[in-house]
């Protein structure tokens, strides 16, 4: 019996990449950043190729679609970033990158003043990692995602539905 894959209420690899482009969204237009939508942001994209392609293995030939995503988006510079980040942030290994944050935020910026580590420095505003924005890194996997999976699969599951339905073969 193959059990379901689903996370409680996200069943799919596009509920899932719609909740990751709503968190990027607020983090992106928020002055002041939260370290647990980036740490979700950095574990949900990296392993949102794993919901495209479950259970495949990446030491064998790519015969599916998905499959060949998974290997495709490996070869992404922003993604192996944030493969590194999660990979540090899961096993607490030495960092090969130099990660930082930017504190300029003002109090009335704050969304959540208890949640706030160090008075002096406030909520932090950016991070970084080895001088690169984390946000350029984050949208340029989104936008991957989305033009070599998203997209792609919906315009061939619509190409599959026409063809189902008979769609439009010339003849009237």
């Known amino acids: 019996m193959t059990r379901p894959t689903h996370f409680f209420d996200l069943y799919d690899a596009e509920t899932l990449f719609g909740l990751l482009r709503s968190v990027a969204n607020s983090f992106t237009s928020s002055p002041a950043k939260r370290v647990q939508d980036l740490l979700f942001l950095v574990f949900g994209l990296t392993h949102l190729r794993e919901w495209i392609a479950p259970g495949y293995d990446p030491q064998h030939a790519a015969t599916t679609p998905a499959q060949q995503f998974f290997q495709h988006i490996y070869e992404l ?26 504190y300029e935020s003002k109090i009335d910026d704050w969304p959540d003043v208890d949640a706030v580590r160090d008075f002096d420095r406030g909520f932090p505003t950016a991070y970084s990692v080895d001088d690169q924005d984390v946000l350029e ?13 998203f997209q792609f699969a919906a315009k061939r599951d619509s190409l599959e539905r026409e063809r189902l339905s008979g769609g439009s073969n010339g003849s009237t």
């Open 137 to 149: 890194v984050i949208q340029a996997v989104i936008a991957f995602y989305d033009k070599h999976w």
């Open 77 to 102: 510079r922003e993604f192996k970033i944030l493969q590194h980040l999660c990979n540090r942030s899961k096993h607490t290994v030495p960092a090969e990158a130099v990660m930082g944050a930017l």
